[in-house]
């Protein structure tokens, strides 16, 4: 399937919202908490059977992203879009079936495996893409498409509940609601599909810089690169600190407060997590978009020393002032979030446009390190301080501390990052000419 070929004066500012169509549907995979009693009532689960599907629907992201990203660079957007489309909803249509058997392992299936690899694919999808219509200001682009992943889940979780409230919570009304999701995933994520276009050889801004000038290095050869690896652990500690909060988020500020004159009730807890996902969001758009202005480097010294400030301060004196609790797990969060959005530009940054998109999939295998990582760190050490006889902010003070020790290896990794040496630079192979020439045809096309 070759790409389409935006033709003359079609506006580049329909590129994003043919990406948001897409993040703004798998992002639905932050909501899958939502799904979770129900299962484990109707179908009697434990909550480690009931995180399956969504555990392993984050590892086929990763791996799908990474072993799938050339595919996605040498058959374009709209090809990815597609296979993104068919995984996501099948996986959803799969889940029904599972859950209408009672069937569990169909869901796992079904969620986890099929939908993870929509996951996967449809993450990068648009990157290279959106980063080749705004070379100008790659890290504002990428930040709006991935803003949708990080937003998928607030428009997702209200309408699943409202959708088990209505179709009931049994087995049936989950089956229904799964329905559901897939066909209307199915018909929201096809308006991208029709709408993504690539720019056409020459600028495809009036004015602006041509794409693909510049280094262009493939996705085999960055990573042999040590540019590649320290972008790699930059990338692995920021989103390891950043969901250490998240996912304990609810327990960690009720615990914190738990022996203070005023504790935090569930509703405020719930509060909480809401707004950590709304930073998460404002972060991607918001300092990915700064980095254009400061430069990538610059804003990743922003996200790993002032991260590592702010989980100093909840360490220290964060049980003593709930606006100062609150305000520094924002500004982390904010952090996590546009530490996603920014690294597909600080790619384009070192290794060109070429493969961008498959380099960035390689990258997200320290997404799926991270996502082990850090809820084991928080976790754990909250199980032994908590046999030990501690309570409140105690149960944290230690992973709090070593999140400060990851981040300050990520910022000395960021500080270790160069321009790329020109042996690695890359001179495309004929098969990759050709493929080079599908993707951007003469302007005449």
């Known amino acids: ?17 043919a990406a948001l169509s897409v993040h703004l549907s798998i992002g639905q995979a932050y909501a899958w908490s939502v799904f979770k009693p129900p299962l ?43 296979v993104a489309l068919i995984c996501f909803s099948s996986g959803f249509l799969i889940s029904a079936l599972g859950a209408a058997t009672e069937q569990y392992w169909l869901i796992v299936l079904g969620y986890g495996f099929v939908g993870g690899i929509g996951l996967g694919i449809g993450y990068i999808s648009p990157v290279s893409t959106l980063i080749k219509w705004f070379p100008d200001r790659p890290g504002m682009a990428t930040g709006i498409a991935i803003m949708g992943f990080g937003g998928g889940a607030l428009i997702a979780s209200p309408w699943s509940a409202q959708m088990l409230e209505s179709f009931g919570s049994d087995s049936s009304g989950i089956a229904l609601a799964f329905l559901v999701h897939g066909l209307s995933y199915a018909v929201f994520m096809t308006l991208g599909v029709l709408l993504v276009r690539v ?36 990338l692995c500690m920021n989103v390891t600190a950043g969901i250490g909060i998240l996912e304990k988020a609810a327990p960690m500020i009720t615990d914190f407060f738990a022996d203070t004159s005023t504790p935090v009730s569930v509703s405020a807890a719930a509060g909480f997590v809401a707004l950590l996902s709304a930073a998460n969001m404002a972060g991607r758009i918001g300092w990915s978009s700064t980095s254009d202005l400061i430069g990538r480097k610059n804003i990743y010294r922003v996200y790993l020393g002032v991260g590592a400030l702010m989980y100093a301060l909840i360490a220290l004196i964060g049980d003593s002032s709930k606006p100062l609790f609150v305000l520094c797990a924002l500004v982390i969060l904010s952090f996590y979030g546009g530490g996603f959005a920014t690294i597909p530009a600080y790619l384009k940054d070192l290794f060109g446009t070429y493969q961008v998109g498959a380099i960035h999939g390689r990258l997200l295998t320290a ?36 999140m400060i020790g990851l981040l300050a290896v990520g910022f000395v990794a960021n500080e270790l990052v160069r321009p790329v040496h020109a042996r690695h630079h890359h001179v495309p192979a004929p098969r990759e000419a050709t493929d080079v020439e599908r993707q951007q045809p003469e302007s005449a096309a």
């Open 199 to 234: 720019p056409r050889a020459t600028q495809p801004v009036a004015g602006g810089p041509i794409a693909v000038e510049g280094v262009q290095v493939s996705a085999g050869r960055a990573v042999r690169t040590p540019q590649f690896w320290c972008l790699w652990v930059v």
């Open 1 to 17: 399937m070759s790409p389409p070929v935006a033709p003359a004066g079609w506006s580049r500012w329909l590129v994003p919202p």
């Open 40 to 82: 484990e009532s109707a179908l009697g689960l434990s909550g480690t059977q009931s995180a399956l599907p969504f555990q392993l629907a984050i590892v086929m992201l990763g791996l799908s992203a990474a072993f799938g990203g050339t595919l996605v660079e040498r058959n374009g957007p709209r090809w990815a879009m597609t």
């Open 367 to 402: 997404w799926s390190t991270a996502g082990v990582l850090g809820p084991l760190i928080v976790n754990w050490i909250a199980d032994r301080q908590e046999e030990a006889g501690k309570h409140g902010s105690s149960l944290y003070t230690l992973s709090l501390f070593i």
